[in-house]
């Protein structure tokens, strides 16, 4: 079983830390967690091969530092995990920072996180004459909706229609669909049930044009995503004792809640849909290191972050990712150093994508908490004096 | 010279375009235009020491497939490019697509491309007693602002304070203040300074409270980024010849605005500050590539494509990203397999930063015609069958 | 039957059009069509125990300029309708601008206007020790929305629970309830109605908070009001025929829409979600003459003006309104100005909000198709000089 | 001396306070404040020749029902104030909720308002043949500036252009203009003005094409109104006393602290730029009687409630809005019922736009600091209940 209860803590060598040695010591500890050899990481090359599907007018690989935080505890819809969080990133302090909001989350015994829906959208889009025609061609949606799915159900054993909705904007028609997509993102079956349903609707209706891709949510920040979620919408949360925190952060729950606060009114200044601190920077190194498509990223980071002194005078903390786009199946998931990076977390392969989501979530918390206490405590300056980030800067960074 | 005004088509290989040898063609012709060799895209091991100051607890590198896009023509400010564009990601047809995008952006000659405003902002937040102390403390900015620019020039040569605003929220005051950073994102030395401009204003008001990073757009998609931009504003645009554009895609002018009308009622309708149709996609692939910090990404995605028929039945199609935050200087940029690909486009170190930017803007145009044109002629599910994305489809992708 | 197909042109006094005579005159007509005289309208004190239930402290009435717009022709779900539209506002121009709009909507025969849907919507926030307790608070609404459907209907028989959804955000649940309300706002039924729902899932689910008015959409612009609409979502759309459109405000088909198409840039930039032109005038004007709340203007405001030159050459023009809170039964509608002017209208009373509902939509089309033929045609200065509004100029207005 | 520091309570009449006697008695108490007799407020005819310039196809007058809250003590830019506020409007309970506010603002002292910043944007676009030609057109706007202030200045005595700044999407060019009003909102002049400047920059940038009102800001909510502003900001402050807050509403600072967090998840969820709690019903309310042009209201309600516990245990409160658009000089404010509300409030013509807003900003936070309480005491169906706007609800309300 590669998941024990209890992971070692990595070890970290004073004189050379970025040296080879001290690198394939903590690699052996992934890969005894992972249950396999790390190779790729540790430096085979890729057999360009494998990148058939992924890329065209392939020259190489690019080669990304990729860092270990944890161990994070957090409790998932497949019970209770502990694992080294693989990071792929050129943002110094980044893996301490989640290194440190991960003990942060153990101190008070372990994350919980879960998936609170599921289902990937597409949202073709019917022009017609007029609205009328838009109006009717939505009348005949609930009716088609028995063919479609049945349809759909010929062309993959992976995924499935959830629901078909309809919004008629003048004489334009956004036709909703929502899919399960089993471990994967999904989005080459959806779009293609996608255009099956609406090239249906627009033969039977007498549609003028219509556009598979037509309102285009994919990879974009949007407020719909916020409300509505897509992907899989997971929600995190967790209680950090007040001692811990201090000794751990030298800030305290309260001073995390008022600062939070004024966090808060800065994005409603704003205008953004991402009211998490950090989450971009994790969202982005784990997936990266997993063979995820982080372009998916502004859709991915949207969310909330919301803090809270509870009675005991602990803070309690928790994450709402609404639209997380990720598989343990299918794009760059299973090959090379990604393969590698899932099985470090255990979600290699079919199975897996809601636990991965989760643990993502929990990455995401991890690292809203260090971070908030960082800028609490004015250690933020510091922190990358000492890891390196600053220095650079007579340099110009 | 290492960037000729004309560059071979980059070669495919019928029968194996994904083995070594394709591979190794490209990449020669990759290093002629780079006048360097592109050892560590071709496989060979990065120094581990070389991440120092880049990630904690190293165990690796991650290996991301690497394809070349282009050859891109583009007139920038450091005047006549043409390039091919390394791009990192496992989206299959990614490459493919850009690709034919800079097709069609030659076909008009080149496209143009220039920065339109440079500014790194930074909100540090102050709290005071009422609103009547905030609006005390707004009022002081002005006198100090002298002594800010001093200081900070004594701790930076690459940087400086080129304005600073205030903006009351009740009792909280926002300090707006912007940088110009040379050729680094530059976030750490901005940091620095608007801590140091922040205490000094803290310290002359009596705020109760000072939050460096108080408003903290860092990362995240909003709607001031929109209007005001942030790091490098830049404009592409190019215009498309009907007959090339039929050519190479099969769609008309007049058929991709239609299309692109649609899509504008559909991104009304979400919410978005991102206009564009796949600028998270081609960004994503080349700030990989460069050793950038692609959690970035979700303000570098946001702006606006345009397109018109123009009078002799042409299409002209702008492209305004107002947030791009690159650098050819610190952070990743300098190390690796991201070095090799910045010398790719002629791009490596200081001098080139607003040139990168221009380039990605044009990348990002290129994307956005192709998958346009694409979606136009009913060529999206066909092109992915072909290259190879929709194959795994009866395998849950 | 007090709506005939046609009504007359509405008489003007070149002499004196603001004297009693000329607003006498026009009265008369109102009052044919209305089928009641226009007692208040003509200065016939209100009794001021009519305001008991709509305002305290009472000290007599606010009295605003009501002019008449129209005749419209509009093809309604209660059949054609032509109507004069009774405007109360301050802003000189935009009653005749508003009329030339009803002009151009009846070159083209009628505007075509329906409701698409209708559901006022409650959002109830409970808040829990956990995200797991709002977790399984979202799992028993399915079970307890029978018993909560029963209990509505024993307090109120205008309205009625159409559905029930969850949404969970960290250890927060809204609860999204949508009803019908017959012919009124039915906001206060739908208030009460949502305090008992919650109640009783406060009560099942041990909840530590219970808000009714928890996420208060009530009355302001929301990007989610965009996407699912709020009271009535009303689309309206006409086809002028060029010729009509250049006759009468010298404009063309194609000058609009590629003035529109500015516009849509500019309103992209803003991060609005009013993509209308001057909806907020014609509404305000229309629902401060009927007694409507207009608090509600920037709920009502929100939606789209879609245009297009079709096939022959003519404009298309469409506006959607996905949220109209608007009644013809309740608050001031009954009473005094505000019942003449809905009975001016045809729609005073019960069975008449979704034609009033309706009406308002033509209202905003003709209003947005007159002001942008008046900014195509530079008339914008012209126009006000010579209806007054601009020569106060040098006097400060 | 028409405003007094202490102004007597509102006498209310236990057995017909809606009763003629009722309203007049206090009708007469605001006379006095106002130093002038309420004849139309009393309900003597407006004489219709006096909407000259605000209204076509005049019929009469909407009557609508007119309340006093109050008194309001509010410290403004012009001294110390206290007032009765009129009121518009046909919400039960509105009048009553803000009178109890104004008695919380009270029991602290009194409230603190401010204008921050006047400035009244106009926004032309013009559009060129590429991206090119507009910013061509950007870098002449500062030599021609000292050249547009000359002209204006030429036309007007009440306004003057304080800054040109300009944005380039694509071909286009967004000429961003800001004029001070005097005490009008100055739509008129700053159009007339905007026409100006723009027509001088297409001419000399050879644009081809110049909308006067190409990115229509007016009268929309929008992401930009919250980060610039439009017209006059304000901000409003104010400390309530436990005691005082516990005694009139029987809620708590903390209990109102607590309830505010849940609504700013709300908020943050929807995507609105107005984060207050009803300050659209406030503004419409004193907006429509004070002769307002209430079609603002979407861009007046926009702003920002914040509330915090003190040291003491009391409650601090502030509202920001940063964008009023209103005047006391032009529109309808000069007439009839207008003219003697405006009296009331000692705001009456030239020289008191600022307090007014000020006044404004002081409503809305009275407003929000009631409404908020009665949520958090479970008040609110009871206060409807016994003020009759529940009432109906039998009758479909």
Redesign the interface.
Known sequence: MPHPDALAP?P?SKD?????A??AQ??EL?ARAAGIA?E????A??D??S???????????????????GPLRVDTSAGLREVYV???????????SH?RGMRLLAAGGMA?S?V?HEGLTQ?P?L?FD???G??RAASLVGGLLPAWRERIAQ?????ALTSART??????L?LRLEFT??????I??A??AA?LCSRSLAENSGAR?C??????????????A???GRGRSV???A?IPRAALLSLTRATPQALV??HR??????????????L??S??G???VM??C?Q??????EC?TG?L?LEVDAAGDL?A???LPSLLV?T????SSK???AE?LAILGCAG?GHANTFAEILAAVVLAGDLSLLAA?SSDE??AA?ER???????????
Not at 387 to 397: E, K, S, T, W
């Open positions: 990595l970290r050379d830390d970025h040296g080879p001290a690198a903590r690699r992934a790390l790729h990481i540790g430096g090359p890729v360009p091969r990148a058939r599907g992924n890329v065209e007018n392939l020259i190489g690989f690019a080669q990304l530092p990729l860092g270990l935080a693989p990071m792929a990133t050129n943002e110094g302090a980044l893996v301490a290194s919980r879960r609170l949202n889009m022009v007029d609205a009328a838009a109006m062309i993959t054993r992976h995924g919004q008629v904007i003048g004489r334009r956004i997509t089993g471990d994967a993102i999904g080459n079956m779009a293609q255009d044009a556009y598979v891709h037509g309102q285009d949510v994919e990879k974009r920040a949007n407020a719909r916020l409300v509505e929600v995190c949360d209680t008022e600062l004024s966090y808060a009114v800065g994005f409603a200044h704003l205008g953004t849909q991402n009211w601190v950090q971009a920077n969202l982005a190194a990266l290191a063979g498509d982080v372009a998916y990223l502004p980071a909330f919301d309690y928790s994450a709402t598989g199946v299918g794009g760059g090379g150093t990604a990076c079919p800028f933020f300056v990358h890891l390196g980030r600053n220095r650079p800067l007579a340099r110009g960074d």
